[in-house]
């Protein structure tokens, strides 16, 4: 007899950064922890799990992973979207957590057990000047990365969005009412990034996986002419070139440049991207696995992008919380085209309320073997955080345009 599904709770929590979490406990007792965050849209998230899918859930069998998956998904007519599918993807999240308690195996094993030993990742370095991103990305490798994002500041501007000035926080999500405004400038930044980027690996040496972000600011044209130029950086991927509506496009990019490819940490389902990796326009697909609909609809992805020898390398910033990271380690360990994980990383509230078992070493995550996803939530410590209104940045052109950042 399956254990049933006997209570769906929602808790926001906001140790430096507002976290959304799923906990749905079953009629034996077991809990299984998901993760809703959608940063700057927690609440909305929070609510369609409060107000509309838990309800619904009570009851059922909480070993059909699979089916209550089609359930939310095909049993509603609006389908799509980040806030649906983040909602699905904490049930899935909760209920493979669910599974793993249950039969005492990580989650991991479930999916078909390990095809490495370890998963390569990468986390963060920024420097608003060429000297300052040295010291950076040198940070990082005395930590143990092998692999390093690289952002810089770009001359004549004042702040840019992913890149630290002082001690700011440089992937701020404010608080208070209302996002903060930056500006922004694409022929600046165009004629920065090869003199940075090159200048950085002349230093580092060629050994060392750097990573860019362009973070949806370009055009084809703007996007082709960096990869191009970043063509002698040997970068390991270049990310978010043009926004991720403009799929297509991405063809223009492709046909003048080697540099690889990465897109997808905005899109929610494989019908978001199946076109991307079916015509090959990335080497590199980001979703998200709380944001795609959970490990069960990761796995699809991932699955297709095999056959067109697409790799996986999740979105992992820290507005997703530890539970996802944990979910997409295992996943990551039992799927042949994983590629790479990002850790960005956490605040040290954040272990007060999220006590996670994967480890990293040597610059190589694993997702441990505790049973389950291997992540706890403290709820007597998430409640000390109450949740805090925060939005991330915006940012204009010079001329006060709306820009894609
Ligand atoms: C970034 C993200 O990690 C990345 O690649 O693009 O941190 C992104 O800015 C945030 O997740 C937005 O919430
Ligand atoms: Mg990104």
Redesign the pocket.
Known sequence: MSQLIDAVDVIVTSPSRNYVVLKITTSDGVVGWGDATL?GRELAVASYLRDHVGPTLVGKAADRIEDIWQYLYRGVYWRRGPVTMAAIGAVDLALWDILGKTLGVPVHRLLGGAVRDRILSYTHATGWDLPELIDSVEARRDQGFRAVRAQFGVPGLDKVY?VTRGAASY?PAGRGVGPAEETWDTPAYLRQAPTILTGLREHVGPDLHLLH?A?HRLNPTEAGRLARSLEPVDLYWL??VIPAENQHLLRAVRDKTTTPLAIG?VFNTIWDCHELISERLVDYIRTAVSHVGGISHLRKILAFAEVYQVKGGP?G?S?VSPISIAASLHVGLATTNFAIQ?L?GYGPLVSEVFQASYRFDDGYLHPGDAPGLGVTVDEQAAARFPYEQAY?PIARDRDGTMKDW
């Open positions: 940063n992913g992937e972000d973070h990310e978010d940490e979105h910033p507005d990002e960005m991330l």
